[in-house]
């Protein structure tokens, strides 16, 4: 059976046993673009987030796991333009699961891929619509790929493999894995 098409960007796969303490940054209200869930997030100047971008940034700090606003209610995500907080998961020891954007095999295990913005958050759900960016397989420097999910099937598209991101806020090179 064929890997579904389902992009719910980032999701929290692993810490090893390590227990993930989650931190949380503000979001400007000049924010330029929407915020999912599973979204991964740069830390920019003023020490605010905002929806991170493919191609390498080292400004990524982790992956958007919720949001609240200036009152503490939650949110499903956060629209452009809009004030609000980011609670994340940050990126160090921590693995994902993430769906590729198109067709990956088993050689693509060990090799750096980047993320692919495909479009805002779901509207309903606030879900991430990221993805890993198969055409990047073994020439990006984002995120490194460590295996795939047991229900998905390589050599098709959207496989959702695992990964741990490689450059990213405090680190500039491979993490240990």
Do not use: H
């Not at 389902?6 to 503000?26: A, E, I, M």
């Not at 959207?158 to 240990?176: E, K, S």
């Amino acid at each position: 059976m064929a890997n579904p098409n389902f992009p719910r960007g980032f999701q929290l796969y692993s810490n090893d046993g390590v227990r993930c303490v989650l931190n949380s940054l503000p979001v400007d209200g000049a924010n330029p673009t929407s915020i999912g869930i599973g979204d991964v997030i740069n830390l920019v100047a003023g020490g605010t987030a905002e929806r991170g971008s493919a191609a390498g940034s080292i400004d990524q700090i982790g992956v958007a796991i919720g949001f609240t606003d200036s009152t503490g209610s939650f949110l499903s995500s956060v629209p452009a333009n809009t004030s609000a907080t980011v609670s994340y998961a940050p990126f160090f020891g921590t693995k994902f699961l993430v769906q590729t954007s198109g067709v990956a095999d088993a050689s693509a295990v060990g090799a750096l891929a980047d993320l692919v913005v495909t479009g805002d958050a779901n509207p309903v759900t606030g879900v991430s619509q990221m993805e890993l960016d198969s055409a990047t397989i073994g020439t990006g420097t984002q995120f490194r790929i460590l295996g795939k999910d047991p229900e998905s099937n390589w050599g098709e598209a959207n496989v959702r493999v695992i990964v741990v991101a490689d450059t990213y806020v405090g680190n500039t090179g491979t993490p240990t894995i």
